[in-house]
């Protein structure tokens, strides 16, 4: 894994740019973990200045207990992001960090250091409610094979069974915390909100994607590349692109 330097607990910055005009803030997918984003450090660097999540659960907060409420987690992450930094910041995320990073904008603007933009990608809106999902209920194996059918994790991570004990507990806490996050009636954050999603997406249709529009008071724009969940994998130029767009990077 690539090293990152001037983390604290919760963020990695594995291409610190301490001179950009702007922040960006990466939450993972379900499962994922800060380091998901070093190409997008290295690829924004020096114009962004990337800020990388790490949950607690895995990679080097591994021994910590994983945390299965996305509002407890939405909590921690603002606090983290509440470090004095002046500059403005902006907020990525992707699947399950997406309904986290509409919760930590939330927060963040309720503290008057609101983001100038909220990037959603691979996740439907949150008035886009289907009916009860229980990946987090379902045995070890079923819920193993549910996160293998997103494409989203090396194969290879599923043949060492180590690693998967390892990650286990990390991965039915993420779900847990996605399925069982309910948005508080009302609330719609005030920055404007990038909508991006792939056409083949079994986790979002292209109309849950735009419902997305309900939950700001700001305008809305709409992303649709080809591809499943991690359409994002195989269209990281075209997303960096609208990233850059918007950020005047």
């Given at each position: 894994?690539?090293?990152a330097?001037?983390t604290?607990?919760w963020?990695?910055?594995?291409r610190?740019?301490?001179?950009?005009g702007?922040?960006?803030?990466?939450?993972p997918?379900?499962?994922?973990?800060?380091?998901?984003?070093?190409?997008v450090?290295a690829?924004?660097?020096?114009?962004?200045?990337?800020?990388?999540?790490q949950?607690?659960?895995?990679?080097?907060?591994?021994?910590?207990?994983?945390?299965?409420d996305?509002?407890?987690?939405a909590d921690?992450?603002?606090?983290?992001?509440?470090?004095?930094?002046?500059?403005?910041?902006?907020?990525?995320?992707?699947?399950?960090?997406?309904?986290?990073?509409?919760?930590?904008?939330?927060?963040?603007?309720?503290?008057?250091?609101?983001?100038?933009?909220?990037?959603?990608?691979?996740?439907?809106?949150?008035?886009?409610v289907?009916?009860s999902?229980?990946?987090?209920?379902r045995?070890?194996?079923?819920?193993?094979?549910g996160?293998?059918?997103?494409?989203?994790?090396d194969a290879?991570?599923?043949?060492?069974e180590?690693?998967?004990r390892?990650?286990?507990p990390?991965?039915r806490?993420?779900?847990?915390?996605?399925e069982?996050?309910?948005p508080?009636?009302?609330?719609?954050?005030r920055?404007?909100?990038?909508?991006?999603?792939?056409?083949?997406?079994?986790?979002?249709?292209?109309?849950?994607a735009?419902?997305w529009?309900?939950?700001?008071?700001?305008?809305?724009?709409?992303?649709?590349?080809?591809?499943?969940?991690?359409?994002?994998?195989?269209?990281?130029?075209?997303?960096?692109?609208v990233?850059r767009?918007?950020?005047?990077?």
């Amino acid at each position: 894994m690539t090293s990152a330097v001037d983390t604290g607990v919760w963020i990695r910055r594995y291409r610190p740019a301490p001179d950009a005009g702007v922040r960006l803030l990466c939450l993972p997918h379900a499962g994922g973990a800060a380091s998901y984003y070093v190409p997008v450090a290295a690829a924004l660097a020096p114009a962004a200045d990337v800020l990388a999540v790490q949950y607690p659960g895995r990679q080097d907060r591994r021994s910590e207990e994983p945390l299965g409420d996305l509002r407890e987690l939405a909590d921690r992450v603002a606090d983290a992001v509440g470090d004095g930094d002046e500059r403005p910041l902006a907020v990525f995320g992707h699947s399950m960090g997406a309904l986290l990073g509409y919760e930590v904008a939330l927060r963040l603007e309720e503290a008057g250091r609101g983001p100038v933009r909220l990037f959603v990608s691979g996740r439907r809106a949150p008035s886009a409610v289907r009916p009860s999902e229980d990946m987090h209920k379902r045995t070890d194996s079923a819920l193993l094979d549910g996160v293998r059918r997103l494409s989203g994790t090396d194969a290879q991570v599923f043949e060492d069974e180590e690693l998967v004990r390892m990650v286990l507990p990390a991965i039915r806490a993420d779900y847990r915390a996605v399925e069982t996050y309910e948005p508080r009636p009302g609330d719609r954050v005030r920055c404007p909100v990038t909508v991006l999603t792939g056409d083949d997406d079994p986790m979002a249709t292209v109309e849950e994607a735009r419902a997305w529009s309900a939950h700001t008071e700001g305008p809305t724009d709409l992303h649709v590349f080809p591809g499943g969940h991690f359409y994002l994998n195989d269209r990281a130029a075209d997303v960096l692109t609208v990233v850059r767009a918007h950020l005047g990077l």
